[in-house]
Nanobody
Framework: QVQLVESGGGLVQAGGSLRLSCAAS????????MGWFRQAPGKERDFLAI???????YYADSVKGRFTISRDNAKNTVYLQMNSLKPEDTAVYYC????????????????WGQGTQVTVSS
């Protein structure tokens, strides 16, 4: 069983930055594919970025160039650095994990955090 705890959400003005953190426990962190998703009110939960166990990363087009995913295997933590935030980035942001393979779909991840709210004001 993998437990995930997100932190770092909050209220920020458009153009600002936030860094989200997700601390994992219960499994060797380097074995985990780690993903970030978000869900805006009334919308589906969308893929944002993945950090695979081998170190490669991949981004959704909507955040490429603005968001950066990184991981610190020594701290069992994955981060999402979000820059140039826009009001349309307002959502609940979720961290997700899977042992081994990770992809861009919700069903690719077995473990989910509780989510952290990000609100971007105009």
């Amino acid at each position: 069983q993998v437990q995930l705890v997100e932190s770092g959400g909050g209220l920020v003005q458009a153009g600002g930055s936030l860094r989200l953190s997700c601390a994992a426990s219960g499994r060797t962190f380097s074995d985990l594919a780690m993903g970030w998703f978000r869900q805006a009110p009334g919308k589906e939960r969308d893929f944002l970025a993945i950090s695979r166990s081998g170190g490669s990363t991949y981004y959704a087009d909507s955040v490429k160039g603005r968001f950066t995913i990184s991981r610190d295997n020594a701290k069992n933590t994955v981060y999402l650095q979000m820059n140039s935030l826009k009001p349309e980035d307002t959502a609940v942001y979720y961290c997700a994990a899977n042992i081994g393979y990770g992809g861009t779909l919700n069903v690719h991840y077995r473990y989910w955090g509780q989510g952290t709210q990000v609100t971007v004001s105009s």
